[in-house]
């Protein structure tokens, strides 16, 4: 530059060297000028790019004043440098404990402060100490304190996480003195891994270099280009091969036979290229004679053609294809095992076979044939994704395991049904339902039995039958408290059964009716008793009543007989008296007569005073 330029236009040599400077930066590629701008930033002390660690140089030199300020520790304005970096032999008690590589050092009557600029993305730990016997020693980071040591106070450790152009500090206060032990960083692995993104280069400021995070490939890309210093990791997604349920092909439509474009696009790959690999309807005349329209034909001149797809996924595949030619023959190969031949004007040939994912079959046609396809299918068992490898995170290829979708057995059923990375969840069917309930309906083949709380009648309701393993309580209502007329109610209702209506009863004859009937009581039939002129004779009457004989009237025969046979002997009988047992029966009969309507008065009140209470 200088000796094209410097002595014609009359230039310095320094203005030549930026004129071929400007000049090689428009030539160079970018990562050449960023390793110049680089090196010019090592020239100057200035950064040198996102891979440092905290610091370009040594941090922990405390051999010297200078040595510190070199490797960038910035010392405030100080009162009294004589104080401010004290060596061993001027150290004294201000410095007791303090390790000899380490500083010590203080300012006075002012408080001294030391700051230092971190550089990258990191961890750091700062060790630091107050040796006098007085006082704190402040570390900040960006001027917010992140630890204190107090008085005699040795070995304080700050750990911290910076950024770049982070400012580390430390102050202390007019009585105390400070030292720093060491200050070390650690910035392996993301994100404290940069690259740098972009270059600011100015002649007249300093290098600033902009820093980025490196990216990470997931186990799910390939990484195709690591990262460098000024360029990110290149991560490609990897071949979809996360579906366990892909069936022959991905493509939408393998049968597309419309155009050689539409055919490449599903997949299928023609091994030459020339006028004949794909024929159109219009062209193709007699070497596509009974080949359908919808179906392919094609052949190669001069050469052997040779068609081929890779399947995908676990199943079967039905092939179909042919040889429209006169001649020759078309052969179908899955991983170069032979499916079938189609001879001369064959156009059909079918052939079925079992295939892996990555199985790749061709189809081949020998010099004097034409070979034509007619379709590819698939039949595909479900599968499920059972886990992934990934060998290499980012770097080797992932793989899926892929397993059979399992198949609920008899006796069980499908609690949840298989997704892409989980299979059928069966469970077995209950035998019973759990205490106090019944089963309300079948199992199904997603459902275990239904079973539902056994329940009591409700009010108004009684129980006809106990509820059972398949049935619940059966109830019906109670019938209304009023018997119909002509009936009393003899049973009240229970949670087992309903009201007993029975007809009230008649009195026979001899009898009345000495209580007579309520809702819930029958009447009370007695007999009816004699007069004080009767006498009451051996009981013929329904209910079991004697039968009452006037006194007055004459005493017959046939009386006689019956009285005898009444008393066992023990009655006589005279012309106005009857004796049993020398007791006047009259007499006897008409004070029991008192007593009996004695009862039917007390019965008639008892009576009423039930009726009132019901």
């Known amino acids: 530059g200088y000796l094209l330029c410097g002595p014609i236009c009359g230039g310095s040599v320094l203005r030549s060297l930026a004129i071929t400077t400007v000049w090689l930066m428009f030539a160079m590629s970018?990562?050449?000028?960023?390793?110049?701008?680089?090196?010019?930033?090592?020239?100057?002390?200035?950064?040198?790019?996102?891979?440092?660690?905290?610091?370009?140089?040594?941090?922990?030199?405390?051999?010297?004043?200078?040595?510190?300020?070199?490797?960038?520790?910035?010392?405030?304005?100080?009162?009294?440098?004589?104080?401010?970096?004290?060596?061993?032999?001027?150290?004294?008690?201000?410095?007791?404990?303090?390790?000899?590589?380490?500083?010590?050092?203080?300012?006075?009557?002012?408080?001294?402060?030391?700051?230092?600029?971190?550089?990258?993305?990191?961890?750091?730990?700062?060790?630091?100490?107050?040796?006098?016997?007085?006082?704190?020693?402040?570390?900040?980071?960006?001027?917010?304190?992140?630890?204190?040591?107090?008085?005699?106070?040795?070995?304080?450790?700050a750990t911290f996480n910076f950024t770049d152009g982070d400012v580390l500090g430390i102050t202390e206060d007019p009585t105390a003195v400070h030292a720093i032990n060491s200050l070390t960083f650690n910035c392996t692995g993301a994100p404290q891994f940069l690259y740098e993104v972009q270059t600011v280069f100015d002649s007249t400021a300093p290098y600033t270099p902009m820093c980025a995070v490196v990216t990470e490939c997931s186990p799910y890309?390939?990484?195709?280009?690591?990262?460098?210093?000024?360029?990110?990791?290149?991560?490609?997604?990897?071949?979809?091969?996360?579906?366990?349920?892909?069936?022959?092909?991905?493509?939408?439509?393998?049968?597309?036979?419309?155009?050689?474009?539409?055919?490449?696009?599903?997949?299928?790959?023609?091994?030459?290229?020339?006028?004949?690999?794909?024929?159109?309807?219009?062209?193709?005349?007699?070497?596509?004679?009974?080949?359908?329209?919808?179906?392919?034909?094609g052949f190669q001149h001069p050469g052997d053609s040779l068609i081929s797809y890779t399947l995908r996924g676990v199943g079967t595949a039905t092939f179909s294809f042919g040889n429209s030619y006169t001649s020759g023959s078309v052969t179908a190969y899955v991983n170069g095992r032979r499916l079938g031949t189609a001879r001369a004007r064959t156009l059909s040939m079918n052939v079925t076979f079992a295939f892996n994912d990555g199985d790749v079959l061709t189809l081949t046609?020998?010099?004097?044939?034409?070979?034509?396809?007619?379709?590819?299918?698939?039949?595909?068992?479900?599968?499920?994704?059972?886990?992934?490898?990934?060998?290499?995170?980012?770097?080797?290829?992932?793989?899926?395991?892929?397993?059979?979708?399992?198949?609920?057995?008899?006796?069980?059923?499908?609690?949840?049904?298989?997704?892409a990375t989980s299979d059928t969840v069966c469970m077995p069917i209950s035998s019973t339902c759990p205490a106090f309930h019944f089963q309300s309906g079948p199992a199904t083949s997603t459902s275990d039995i239904q079973c539902s709380p056994i329940t009591p009648c409700p009010p108004g309701q009684y129980q006809t039958a106990a509820a059972t393993a398949t049935a619940n309580t059966q109830c019906a209502p109670v019938t209304p408290s009023n018997c119909p007329p002509g009936q009393y109610q003899e049973d009240a209702p229970t949670a087992t059964s309903n009201i007993v209506c029975t007809p009230v009863s008649t009195c026979a004859t001899g009898q009345?009716?000495?209580?007579?009937?309520?809702?819930?009581?029958?009447?009370?039939?007695?007999?009816?008793?004699?007069?004080?002129?009767?006498?009451?004779?051996?009981?013929?009457?329904?209910?079991?009543?004697?039968?009452?004989?006037?006194?007055?009237?004459?005493?017959?025969?046939?009386d006689d007989a019956r009285i005898s046979a009444g008393s066992n002997g023990q009655l006589s009988l005279d012309a106005n008296t009857v004796r049993v047992k020398g007791v006047d029966l009259i007499s006897w009969i008409q004070s029991l007569q008192a007593q009996i309507q004695e009862l039917q008065r007390a019965n008639a009140v008892l009576a009423a005073e039930v009726q009132e209470h019901h």
């Open 512 to 558: 009345f009716a000495a209580v007579p009937a309520t809702a819930t009581s029958d009447v009370v039939c007695v007999c009816t008793p004699c007069t004080p002129s009767q006498a009451a004779l051996a009981p013929t009457a329904a209910g079991g009543c004697p039968v009452c004989t006037d006194l007055t009237s004459p005493i017959g025969p046939t």
């Open 30 to 157: 970018r990562s050449t000028l960023a390793l110049l701008v680089t090196l010019v930033g090592i020239a100057s002390g200035q950064s040198v790019g996102c891979a440092v660690c905290g610091a370009a140089t040594n941090p922990n030199d405390f051999s010297s004043l200078a040595n510190m300020e070199a490797a960038g520790w910035v010392f405030g304005t100080w009162g009294n440098p004589s104080v401010q970096f004290l060596t061993p032999s001027t150290r004294g008690t201000f410095c007791n404990g303090v390790p000899a590589a380490s500083y010590c050092g203080f300012d006075h009557p002012a408080a001294g402060s030391i700051t230092y600029t971190l550089q990258g993305v990191g961890t750091a730990s700062f060790n630091f100490s107050n040796s006098w016997t007085g006082g704190t020693v402040t570390a900040t980071l960006n001027g917010v304190s992140i630890a204190t040591a107090s008085a005699r106070q040795l070995g304080v450790i």
């Open 365 to 419: 046609e020998g010099p004097s044939a034409v070979h034509s396809i007619n379709g590819l299918w698939f039949t595909c068992p479900q599968r499920y994704m059972s886990s992934v490898l990934v060998p290499t995170k980012g770097i080797a290829p992932y793989s899926p395991t892929c397993a059979l979708v399992s198949t609920c057995t008899s006796g069980q059923y499908q609690m949840a049904a298989a997704t």
């Open 221 to 297: 890309e390939l990484q195709t280009a690591p990262a460098t210093p000024t360029s990110d990791t290149v991560c490609s997604p990897q071949p979809n091969r996360t579906n366990c349920n892909v069936c022959g092909t991905m493509a939408s439509n393998v049968n597309d036979f419309s155009s050689l474009s539409a055919m490449q696009a599903s997949g299928w790959v023609f091994g030459w290229s020339d006028r004949f690999t794909f024929l159109p309807l219009a062209a193709r005349g007699t070497f596509c004679t009974g080949v359908s329209a919808a179906s392919y034909c």
